[in-house]
């Protein structure tokens, strides 16, 4: 059982390039996100998805872009990249069942990306 | 603008001592609460969950949460060197979409 597997684990990028990270999990989790987390600083939540075809806004969505056509895969778009998104990205899943958040997040290994 | 306040720390315990970690939050209508732990260069891993007013044991690890305080704390019994890491304190922001607000965590060192 993989859990929630992202691709690849670092990148390096130049400024103005783009890429996909890639977020596949196996659990059948109806809910999907996407972090950043900066040096000495929490998770950020940048998008998130309650189901296919179903995508919202997080905290700092600017820059990126979301996608979710099956439950496995959330793949997070980065089009014109910027040195300010230099971070660690981590993708989450949950079951998302029932209405009262009792509903823990499971971590990918995350993608470590650098823009020079 | 909802907030999950933790001391930065580092929070440095000998061996064998209790380390109590804090919380606070801003956000009364919060439902759940997550404490998580990460390695350097690691992943979170979930490590605790709260949801009821008191005090919850897992093995060492107790959660307590005080509701009308807004405060959730992670006391860690008979603390070892592989328990030094990062500690975030997670809530739900409440709602159907299950998101979570983060701490910015607290670093723990247990000193052999």
């Known amino acids: 059982n993989a859990g929630v597997t992202q691709t690849p684990k670092f990148r390096i990028l130049k400024i103005g390039q783009s890429m996909t990270l890639q977020c596949t999990q196996d659990m059948n989790h109806n809910y999907m996100y996407w972090y950043r987390q900066d040096p000495g600083m929490g998770l950020k939540l940048i998008y998130y998805?309650?189901?296919?075809?179903?995508?919202d806004k997080g905290e700092v969505p600017n820059g990126y872009n979301v996608s979710r056509s099956t439950t496995e895969d959330f793949p997070l778009r980065l089009e014109l990249a910027a040195p300010s998104q230099t971070s660690v990205y981590f993708c989450a899943s949950s079951p998302g069942q029932g209405g009262d958040g009792r509903q823990p997040q499971h971590f990918g290994d995350g993608t470590r990306l650098s823009i020079l | 603008q909802k907030e999950v306040e933790q001391n930065s720390g580092p929070l440095s315990v000998p061996e064998g001592a209790i380390a109590s970690l804090n919380c606070t939050y801003s956000?009364?209508?919060?439902?759940?609460f997550f404490w998580y732990r990460q390695y350097s260069g690691k992943s979170p891993e979930l490590i605790m969950f709260?949801?009821?007013?008191g005090d919850k044991e897992d093995g060492r690890f107790t959660a307590q949460l005080n509701k009308a305080s807004q405060y959730v704390s992670l006391l860690i019994r008979d603390s070892q060197p592989s328990d030094s890491a990062t500690y975030l304190c997670a809530v739900n922001s409440g709602g159907s979409n299950y998101k979570l607000t983060f701490g910015k965590g607290t670093l723990l060192t247990v000193n052999p």
């Open positions: 998805s309650v189901g296919a075809g179903i995508t």
């Open positions: 709260i949801y009821s007013n």
């Open positions: 956000d009364r209508g919060s439902q759940s």
